[in-house]
């Protein structure tokens, strides 16, 4: 498996580990880094998509809501969300990862983390906002 796939894939367990203990981002990072492998050369990638994320959590939480229709926030299932979170930020605030990629391995997390339909789900949300976010 390539690097940056394993560190979104640690991103996105990070992310849940976050919501689901309330640890803050040092203390989330520190715990996964003591407990599990991580990938020296791509512990910046992964702490540095933590940190935006986090950071932008409000407006990221938002565009999901505004894009996904039918389905309130807190009704999507939290590894759903928090790969959407990771897929948005990337499109919206890493112009140097093109959409397609963004995209395609959004689409790989969901089929091995999530539920039976998540990968479609999180393709027609991601691609509805990167073809939103061509028009600006």
């Known amino acids: 498996m390539k690097s940056r796939s394993k560190a979104r894939e640690q991103i996105i367990q990070v992310l849940y580990l976050i919501e689901q203990s309330k640890l803050n981002v040092n203390e989330a990072f520190l715990f996964f880094q003591n407990n599990f492998e991580t990938y020296d050369r791509e512990v910046p990638f992964i702490r540095s998509h933590i940190e935006g ?7 990221l939480d938002q565009k999901i809501s505004e894009t996904s229709q039918h389905w309130k926030i807190n009704r999507i299932p939290k590894v ?26 959004a689409i790989e997390l969901a089929k091995k983390y999530g539920e039976e339909k998540s990968s479609k789900f999180i393709n027609g949300i991601l691609d509805k906002i990167a073809n939103s976010n061509k028009s600006l």
């Open 53 to 59: 994320i986090v950071e932008h959590l409000q407006y």
């Open 80 to 105: 759903d969300k928090n790969i959407l979170r990771l897929g948005i930020y990337e499109l919206l605030y890493c112009v140097d990862i093109p959409p397609s990629v963004v995209i395609d391995e």
